[in-house]
């Protein structure tokens, strides 16, 4: 299977008081084509960061992408001009955002705004059937209406069909049903695997719920504090997960089996950018810590193909 897109080594940086810190250190994965890449972790470990870099979305300043290579149809899309980059972004790779009500112009009737789509990127497509598709019945109404005449869902739905107007290679979708309740959820969710399976899409789904990575992903990447800590199959990582990190998260998901009536969390918070503890950045959470991980940073591992680690114990 050959590869969609690759993200090689990327570091951002954003800007305090003059000085910049790194947010995503070191990143690197692929996407084989028409297969999922969920990428997991708690708020703040740059997943959302690294999706925006492949978007080139990053504001300037105060962000600064320091280096890294995204290949993407055999291009560098951080060392493309910007007319160029325009032509690849919402249509060869779109996006879907957490929030569709402040991701879509309020003052604009939802027709007009998918129908600016086809427009910016010279497309023809109809936007009835476009609607119909991401499964809107009432797809005349749904045109002439602004976002804050519909549902959460229907808005979702909307923001779905902008970003399918043009059949993208690859759509990310970052925490796509967060904002919905969970049975709106779900419909979503189902929508997004059969339209990745019909227009034979890639995606980069980001989501802080094991729940709907292991329904929807090939390959999951685990990150914490910026950095990628696991890195493996979806099966493999929840039959055999080795980062510690990884482990907690699993522990914490809810399930009816379980007799404890106290979910497990993972004590303490995710490090500030700009105050990472020395050595592995989890080490203050970690139940495995040693000595070592006080002092030395892991470097990733390959403990076998297409499963990677980040932590001392398998090195
Ligand atoms: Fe835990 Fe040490 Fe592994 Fe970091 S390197 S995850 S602190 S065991």
Redesign the pocket.
């Given at each position: 299977m050959s590869s969609c897109i690759s993200c090689e080594n990327l570091r951002v940086s954003f800007s305090e008081h003059k000085s910049y810190t790194q947010v995503v250190r070191g990143v690197s994965f692929s996407i084989e084509n028409q297969t999922t890449l969920g990428v997991v972790g708690e708020s703040g470990c740059g997943k959302s960061v690294s999706a925006l870099s492949i978007m080139r979305l990053i504001a300037s300043p105060p962000g600064k992408i320091e280096s890294g290579v995204i290949n993407f149809e055999n291009r560098n899309l951080l060392s493309l001009p910007e007319k160029q980059m325009q032509k690849i972004r919402g249509c060869k790779i779109s996006m879907i955002f957490q929030d569709p009500m402040t991701s879509l112009n309020p003052v604009f009737t939802c027709g007009y705004q998918i129908g600016e789509m086809f427009e910016q990127h010279r497309e023809t497509g109809s936007c009835e059937q476009l609607l119909s598709e991401v499964g809107i019945p009432d797809t005349f109404r749904v045109m002439n209406s602004y976002p804050h005449q519909l549902s959460g869902g229907m808005r979702q739905r909307v923001m779905i069909a902008m970003a399918l107007s043009c059949t993208p290679k690859l759509l990310i979708a970052d925490e796509p049903t967060t904002a919905l309740d969970v049975t709106v959820q779900a419909r979503l969710l189902d929508l997004l695997k059969s339209l990745q399976e019909t227009k034979g899409m890639s995606m980069l789904l980001i989501t802080h719920n094991m729940g709907i990575v292991a329904n929807m992903a090939h390959e999951v990447m685990v990150m914490y504090a910026g950095e990628v800590?696991e890195h493996a199959p979806t099966e493999e990582l929840f039959n055999s997960p080795l980062?510690?990190?990884t482990r907690s998260l699993l522990e914490t998901i809810p399930s009816l089996d379980k007799k404890s009536k106290k979910l497990p969390v993972i004590p303490g918070d995710v490090p500030a950018p700009n105050d990472l503890p020395s050595?592995?950045s989890?080490?203050p959470r970690?139940s495995?810590?040693?000595s070592?991980?006080k002092i030395d940073h892991?470097e990733i591992h390959e403990i076998k193909p297409g499963h990677t680690v980040r932590?001392?114990?398998y090195e």
């Open positions: 800590m980062h510690p990190y050595g592995c989890f080490h970690c495995k810590a040693f070592r991980c892991p932590c001392h114990l």
